[in-house]
């Protein structure tokens, strides 16, 4: 309900704010327009999907790197976002377009500039590299590593235990999923960043997602595989 106010109240704000006399704000409003659609429950998500990325491209005709550049990197972040949950479109397509907009990003996002956005764009690179279908997969998940070690030199447990929770899991995952190296030392790489998040994600502080996390279930099977891998080694 609230997010349908939300749009009701944007597209009023818009129809006040012509792009001919108030170019900043009127891409402001479509980019949060866009943010609420690609929230929107009400509807068909995909419609939904499709009409925040058009609002993200609307905003960025304004929203240009040379003359915003901080907005411009705001909004290509959350159009790589909206890309990697599109489904309409090619799969593998989306993900490459979602790619490109994190890269855009991190041209302003820099780890200098803006650490906290910088760390939290590597982590969407990262998680678009896992899911990349083009490209050799190995080589993508090296990639998805790389962006996620990258993500957690900013996001720590200390300054950011939740965020950190996230990219551990999702570094837990790349390495279960890794090509290179040996299969045995990728598994227990998994277990320890699955074990590092439920250092966060405990039953006491966190109950419902302690018991909802998917690290659990990941850790399980990585318990579960690396049973498996030893009976393999010693018949």
């Known amino acids: 309900k609230n997010l349908e106010i939300a749009i009701t109240g944007l597209e009023t704000v818009l129809q006040l704010r012509p792009r001919e006399t108030l170019c900043q704000e009127w891409g402001q409003t479509l980019h949060h327009l866009a ?3 690609r929230h929107r ?3 068909d998500k995909a419609d ?3 009409k925040a990325i058009a609002f993200y491209k609307q905003a960025l005709t304004v929203r240009t790197f040379e003359a915003f550049p901080i907005d411009w990197a705001i909004t290509q972040n959350n159009l790589g976002i909206a890309y990697r949950q599109r489904i309409k479109g090619d799969k593998s397509q989306n993900i490459e377009e979602a790619i490109a907009c994190y890269k855009q990003a991190l041209q302003v996002r820099t780890f200098e500039a803006f650490p906290i956005d910088w760390a939290i764009t590597q982590n969407n690179l990262g998680i678009a590299y896992r899911n990349r279908i083009k490209g050799d ?3 993508n998940i090296e990639e998805a590593i790389a962006c996620f070690q990258k993500a957690l030199t900013v996001r720590t447990c200390d300054a950011f235990p939740q965020a950190w929770a996230d ?3 999702n570094l837990g995952n790349a390495y279960r999923n890794r090509i ?3 299969k045995s030392q990728n598994l227990e790489k998994a277990i320890a960043c699955y074990q590092q998040v439920l250092k966060v994600r405990t039953c006491d502080a966190f109950p419902q997602a302690w018991a909802d ?12 595989y690396r049973i498996r891998s030893c009976r393999d080694n010693y018949p």
């Open 213 to 224: 996390t998917e690290t659990n279930t990941f850790l399980g099977n990585a318990y579960l």
């Open 35 to 37: 943010v609420v659609y």
């Open 41 to 43: 429950i009400v509807g």
């Open 167 to 169: 990219t551990q899991t």
């Open 180 to 182: 290179k190296g040996q």
């Open 137 to 139: 997969k190995a080589q």
């Open 48 to 50: 939904n999907l499709e």
